[in-house]
């Protein structure tokens, strides 16, 4: 196999589209489609007592109204809880519009379908809704308190609880070995919601011709909602197709399938036999599609003179919202990649996950990790403090080593597989982030200060993705691959992929994703998971044609297949390069013809040739055509890992916080493309830094969103973003073909523990909570 192709920093090939205006993404569709709005529930809990749709019928352009009493069952019943845990002992979802009574603010309450979107939305500011006002549940505190219930079978609000422990090596549990160490601390960490807020919110477009549904959707997920749509229409799957077009971010709130909006639109479509469209609107999106990232955690540590810990035990709360569509996925992850490139001698981890009438939670970049790593590195670093150690002397004494790879944590990841890392190497990052930063050699002042964190990222969650790959009789290689494409450059790295397999020029590679016309079966973009199983699945795809090309060249060039190679498009004998053939006529003898079209195709007819008249034109057990379709299942995750520096100026009078260097040592196992790595990497730091800094999602206790738009919700600009620094170190995988770890998620985990290390240390301020503003920060100092 040729490595021309891949570990090259090829140049996305996406961006001269998308760049210069020609993407095509959701909003750019169905241009002579009617639209639908909706009517929002303005309380965060509240009983339906009446609906009067009356002042909204004369409204110019009115097609239709929906009320939940208006959909058939069907479509009614309560959207699906697509990830079930036995330790998820009371699920709950909403409906597509609220039945009887709703939980957050932004819940849909009624369908306007009109001509047009500003009649739609008229029709819905007439349309009035009787409520009667129950006493809202609003943050963690309440919550667990259970005075109130968000729901009236759940008690004491909790939707899940759950327990993991490992015992050291001699058998004593983590509270035990916390009691017999020679150290101990014990505090508590906050972190607090925030939200995705893709270029481009959700929206669905439906069109039914009498028989078969076609759906655009903003998803990250065609393949799934393709499913969830057929089962809410009862459709035969075959006559539903589900297409994602250019899709404007993700970043995890596109994951979830249906929205309500999935169902409803294409159902009014089939309905109403019109084209239907709806588009998110930015207020829409901030009060009804998802957020993430609220705990509060509660730690106890227990360690040696050297730092190394010897029992941890940590209790986390989990706000999820007023609904649990996605499962208790973020604190597994949470409990899980919390004990990142450690080692602890024991660990015992529960969380309660709580329900509030609050926007629900789903996994955002990082789904969890973030959580984790906060609470794991503000332990280190706390030790360090106390023993008055060297940050990075810490860690390196509870590191895994290299030679103990794989290594068993004895706990169950979030796909239900054992937390086993496959490979790392975690001194050697170290090493190189200190030198990449300048640790050794950075000079303290006041009001200058220097931040460490690490992390592991489990990636390529299973069950599976596919890859089919055509070699067409133009040389041209198609691709496709079920998952979908927001911005990670699959288009690129996936023809680097088939490129280096098949041998040919990446220019002749065309990759379609997201399109159920083209593969009908996949799982989704999320988890940092497409290079690693779509990847492998398409290098598996491409090996299968590669065999059949060699196969059918050396019958036409009368060789051993053994002795054949490709490059360039050629399939040529070794060490005689006259004696060769394009791969564009190996595709056509590989499709039998009776009848020719061109010249081309007429080596490919009954009478072209000497065919063996002992054996069917098509062998048996072949199909016609030079292509290939093959599966990647991983037995379980590979674990990428990585390390931040940064170092933060703080201004002594306004506590403004400014970063002035950023570095990042990153392991994705073998590199298919590095610049996309790279910028994988700092779109994740420009995430992270809103998320240490800015952006937070405010609810007031009546359970109102406060800062509901751009105006309030604050993110960085460019000019708050550092350069950042980046290194690499290539660690490959044992678990899967290529060698691959994802990276899609890399830039964000850590940020938030990087930069409170570094504020800590240029204040002397013990930071237990982010985001932080200039505003708490002097009032810590007050303190």
Known sequence: MTTRLFGEPVPRREDPRLLTGQGRYLDDLGREAVAAAFVRSPHAHARIRDIDVAGALDVDGLIAIYTWEDLPERVGRALPLLIPHPALTHGRTAYPLARDVVRHVGEPVVMVVAADRYAAEDACALIEVDYEPLKPVVGLAEAVQGAQLVHEDVPGNVGAHLVQEVAAADGRGAREAIETAPHTLAF????????????????????????????????????????????????????????????????????????????????????????????????????????????????????????????????????????????????????????????????????????????????????????????????????????????????EANFIRPEEFPYDHGMTFQDGRPLIYDSGNYPEMLRMIKELIGWDSFERRPGLGIGIGCYVEGTGVGPYEGGHVQITSDGRVHVSTGLTSQGQGHETVFAQIAATELGVPIERVSVVTGDTRRFGYAVGTFASRAAVVSGNAIALACRKVREKALRIAADALEANPDDLDIADGMVHVAGAPTAAVPLSTVAVLANPLRYSFDEETAKATQFAGAAAPD?????????????????????????????????????????????????????????????????????????????????????????????????????????????????????????????????????????????????????????????????????????
């Open 188 to 395: 508590r960490l906050d972190i607090e919601r925030s939200a995705s807020m893709p270029l481009e919110g959700r929206g669905v477009y439906a069109r039914w011709d009498g028989r078969d549904l076609r759906v655009y959707s903003s998803t990250q997920t065609s393949t799934s909602v393709r499913m969830a749509v057929a089962a809410a229409l009862e459709l035969p799957l075959p006559q539903v197709e589900v297409i994602a077009p250019d899709v404007g971010g993700g970043f995890g709130v596109k994951i979830v399938h249906p929205w309500p909006e999935e169902v409803l639109v294409p159902w009014a479509a089939m309905t109403l036999g019109r084209e239907i469209k709806w588009t998110e609107d930015r207020r829409e999106h901030f009060v009804s599609s998802a957020h993430e990232r609220a705990q509060v955690q509660y730690v106890r540590v227990g360690f040696d003179d050297d730092g190394r810990v010897l029992g941890l035990d940590v209790t986390i709360l989990h706000d999820h919202g007023a609904y649990t569509p996605y499962g208790i996925i973020v604190p597994i992850v949470t409990s899980t990649q919390l004990l990142g490139p450690y080692k602890p001698g024991s660990y015992r981890v529960e969380f309660t996950a709580v329900y509030t009438n609050t926007v629900q939670v789903t996994p955002y970049r990082g789904a969890g990790r973030p959580q984790g790593v906060f609470c794991m590195e503000r332990t280190m670093d706390k030790i360090a403090r106390y023993l008055g150690k060297d940050r990075t002397q810490v860690r």
């Open 615 to 783: 054996r069917p034109p098509v062998a048996e057990g072949e199909e016609p055509g030079l292509e290939g379709r093959d599966y990647y299942s991983p037995i379980r995750s590979t674990f990428a890992a990585g390390m931040h520096a940064a170092v933060v100026e703080t201004d002594p009078d306004t506590a403004e916080i400014r970063i002035l260097r950023y570095a990042v040592v990153h392991d994705c196992g073998r590199l298919i493309n590095p610049m996309i790595v790279e910028g994988q990497i700092h779109g994740g730091v420009a995430q992270g830094i809103g998320g240490a800094l800015y952006e937070r999602m405010v609810y007031d206790p009546h359970g109102q969103l406060v800062n509901a738009s751009f105006m309030d919700f604050l993110m960085p600009y460019a000019t708050e973003i550092p350069h950042i620094e980046t290194g690499h170190l290539e660690t490959p995988s044992p678990l899967n073909p290529l060698g691959i770890k994802g990276a899609g998620e890399a830039g964000v985990i850590p940020v938030s523990a990087v930069i409170a290390s570094a504020i800590e240390d240029a204040e002397g301020i013990e930071i237990d909570r982010m985001p932080i503003s200039p505003s708490e920060l002097f009032d810590l100092r007050m303190r």
